[in-house]
């Protein structure tokens, strides 16, 4: 066993190692690590971040619990989350963060699967959790919040972190389930803390940072990502406990970085005081966890004067690809691999495509995950003999290296034998004024297997000319691709990412024809 490959000491080697303040944070430990609003819970220095986790340490091991348990979260986004992650690291515990949207039957599964030693909860959703808990014998049941449960103070701050290997589980996260149950997926130390140094590398990242931070602490781009890449540079995060336009215009001309999904750079886009003012100390905005459509990058460029950076990746894989920090950012795709990261594009032989082709993405490298949990067979079926994971993304790779992503490969249609992929039309149906934002589905047809169909948000109120829309796309996309129908709704179903559920679309329009 060695504790060079806790993912806690990865982040705070410095500190660790206890070198003089004026080399800086965090070895200058009364630097500012967390600010948060008034009322939002305590701001943090990176001292208090250390001496809070191992108090979280030491009454999670008291309480019986040894490396290796899971310790299942449903939390509001406060900054004791964050201490109480980094508790978990330093004492070798699986951290199994929960969607706060989860209910009870969802809730139910998760805790079955992941048999926690320990849960966690706000008020709001204490009841569910309490009541799992207890039918299922877990003892360890915490009330995070203004008033905790437990005394944390009571707890001594010193804490030697527990040595761990690098495959040992930091945390257990879940697929979103739109195919099948949801699998566990198994993230190492080794993982995280790679992905975290790629990052912090690839933009750029110092202790001089200010991160804006109004992303959800369940999901990779807040808590891996975003998180991670301001503890491992020693950066101070903004913590705002969602995202908010009126807050984050407010603390905009403070900040030098952003992260964000698409709906969060519209949302602004619609505020007209966002401005090249604002953003005048600005360096970087992140975009992730969903498409980016090539009208928003372009107005947002032209608003503010910054290019937002696209990046991809997913949960069993952290980060993959990154537009460059300098250098050509194109709309529409994700960029280049990642540095130790290895991308390729494979046919139905899972044989490498050359470039322009289009087929199954397949990433190798120190940040993807260790397998499923529980799943030995679905981990074998997911990986390629030389080690390459299918990501279930449908991409082509252009003649500079750049990726773009097409769709998911259970999106793709197959209509009269035919491959039609979604991306390719929504891109042609962006494109028309009259259409904000649009998904391609396929559903069943009698005659073709499945039929093209689109669902869209018009740009402005009232339903959009169906006939229309076919006509402006005629001579755009050969007949196979071409939509049966055009059917315009005023949004279109996301989760808490932003990502659009296909899947609730393909079941609410499975009669159609």
Request: charged fraction near 20%.
């Amino acid at each position: 066993m060695s504790d060079n490959h806790n993912l806690f000491q990865a982040f705070f080697r410095q500190f660790l190692e206890n070198r003089q303040p004026e080399n800086h944070s965090p070895a200058d430990r009364n630097r500012t690590a967390i600010r948060t609003l008034a009322g939002t819970g305590p701001s943090y220095r990176y001292r208090d971040l250390y001496e809070e986790s191992g108090r979280w340490a030491n009454f999670l091991t008291a309480e019986g619990l040894k490396p290796g348990d899971r310790v299942s979260v449903q939390i509001d986004k406060c900054s004791q989350g964050i201490t109480l992650y980094l508790g978990c690291l330093r004492a070798g515990l699986v951290y199994h963060p929960l969607n706060t949207a989860y209910q009870y039957g969802e809730l139910e599964y998760f805790i079955d699967n992941a048999q926690p030693t320990a849960v966690v909860y706000s008020a709001p959703y204490a009841n569910n959790l309490h009541r799992l808990a207890e039918s299922r014998g877990i003892n360890c049941r915490l009330l995070l919040g203004p008033e905790h449960s437990v005394d944390l103070h009571s707890y001594e701050p010193a804490f030697k972190t527990v040595p761990t290997d690098a495959g040992d589980i930091a945390a257990l996260l879940y697929s979103s389930g739109t195919t099948g149950r949801p699998k566990g997926i198994m993230l190492s130390h080794a993982n995280l803390a790679a992905n975290a140094r790629a990052l912090v590398a690839a933009w750029a990242f110092s202790d001089t940072d200010i991160l804006l931070h109004a992303l959800p602490m369940f999901h990779v781009h807040g808590l891996f990502v975003a998180l991670g890449c301001a503890l491992m540079s020693g950066a101070q995060l903004v913590y705002l406990p969602k995202f908010d336009v009126d807050q984050v215009l407010k603390e905009l001309p403070a900040a030098t970085v952003m992260m964000g999904v698409p709906t969060y750079y519209t949302r602004l886009l619609a505020e007209p005081r966002l401005s090249r003012a604002l953003c005048r100390n600005m360096r970087l905005f992140v975009s992730g966890s969903a498409p980016l459509l090539a009208e928003t990058f372009k107005a947002f460029e032209a608003r503010t004067g910054h290019t937002i950076l696209e990046r991809y990746g997913m949960t069993e894989t952290n980060m993959n690809t990154s537009n460059p920090l300098h250098g050509k950012r194109k709309p529409g795709s994700v960029g280049l691999p990642l540095p130790g990261v290895e991308v390729r594009i494979a046919g139905p032989d899972r044989q490498p495509l050359a470039a322009g082709e289009v087929g199954d993405l397949q990433v190798r490298g120190p940040n993807v995950f260790k397998g499923y949990w529980q799943m030995p067979e679905k981990t074998r079926e997911d990986f390629t003999a030389d080690g390459f994971f299918n990501t279930g993304d449908i991409g082509v790779i252009d003649t500079d290296g750049y990726i773009s992503i097409v769709g998911r490969s259970k999106d793709m249609i197959i209509s009269g034998g035919l491959n039609v992929y979604p991306k390719e039309v929504e891109t042609v149906l962006d494109s028309l004024a009259a259409i904000r934002e649009s998904a391609v589905i396929g559903v069943p047809h009698a005659d073709f297997g499945e039929a093209v169909v689109a669902v869209v948000v018009p740009q402005a109120a009232g339903a959009v000319d169906e006939q229309a829309v076919l006509a402006a796309i005629k001579g755009q996309l050969a007949n196979f691709k071409q939509p049966k129908r055009v059917i315009t709704v005023t949004e279109l179903p996301r989760n808490t990412m932003g990502k659009i559920q296909k899947n609730q679309l393909r079941e609410n329009y499975r009669a159609l024809f």
